[in-house]
């Protein structure tokens, strides 16, 4: 910064910050970041049945819907004009296997979810989650060999399978959440080669090994699979910020159309080097952990509920374009 207060003549009583703050209307002139309700990205859980929402018991509010419920719930999204969720499944677990093929079948929980969905709401945005977590039998992210090692080339193969499937059923944008090599390039070729050129793909490119998913991993299933397993052999390890320029870097070359930072709070520094690195957009996902902290400390009265709020536009300082956030429709109400 070349204009600044550090000139020698700039300094106390002639200059006064607090001057801009005296009243409302002269902090809104110079505010620098807005959040909108077209920010925000509703993650949700989806399950198979009719006429159900069962709640999540780690997390407050949260349900996983059926189909039925699923569609009935988006009539509230689009009122609160949050433009776009993102679909989570969970899988019945007699349907789980090693190679995790359900993931991929074209009748699946998720294709017929995102049909539903853009039948009745053809202008919501529908993103799909892209990994095998929820479908396969220990719930890694990836293909199993007997030495419990996880095998890149042939989990991105069943990716790229799952991805076309998704965009057949009509998914607008995909998203890897795998952190599998090479799996952005693989899944932009199978899209093209089948004609989805247009659809998008949301790659989760800073994805750390956290400690933050617990909540969703009981949403989706996976807690009991995982059976106390972690994810270190393939997510990022929160140790380390320069290598999510490098995982960035590789999404960004490899043909995705927009990244994604996780979770949210505990690395807005990442947020912010990979914002101020990339010519395309950022997206971060305030994780479950994330919203059970601030649930429960709200809940207990210990803090109110617009430090939502106050973490939102945390996200939108650090530089990122929309955020997913367990807690669009609080934040929507907050807002309006
Ligand atoms: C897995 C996936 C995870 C989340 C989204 N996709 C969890 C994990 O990596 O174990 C976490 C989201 C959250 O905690 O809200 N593909």
Known sequence: MSIDYALPFGQFPRVRPRRLRRTAFLRDLVQEHK???????????????????????SMHNTFRYTIDELVK????????????IALFPY?????????????????????RAV?????????LGVITDVALDPYTIHGQDGIMNDQHEILNDITIEA????ALSHAQAGADIVAPSDMMDGRIGFVRERLEKNGFTHVAILAYSA??????????RDAVGSAGQLAGADKKTYQLNPANG???????????????D????????????ILWRVTQNSSIPVFVYQVSGEYAMLQNAISQNLLPESAILETMIAFKRAGANAILTYSALDVARLMS
């Open 73 to 84: 719930h988006c009539q509230h999204i689009v009122d609160a004009q949050i433009p776009a």
């Open 35 to 57: 959040l909108s309700t077209s920010d925000l990205i509703l993650p949700l859980f989806v399950q198979e049945g009719t006429s159900t929402k069962t709640p999540i018991l």
């Open 207 to 216: 994805k750390y090994a956290s400690t933050f998913y617990g909540p969703f």
């Open 91 to 111: 899988i019945d677990p007699a349907m789980k296997t090693n190679l995790a093929e359900e993931a991929y079948n074209s009748n699946g929980l998720v294709p």
């Open 115 to 123: 049909a539903s969905v853009k039948q009745a709401y053809p202008e």
């Open 242 to 256: 320069t290598e999510a320029l490098l995982e960035a870097t590789l999404d960004c070359q490899e043909g995705a």
């Open 159 to 162: 990716l790229a399978k799952q």
């Open 258 to 269: 927009i990244l994604m930072v996780k979770p949210g709070m505990p690395y807005l520094d």
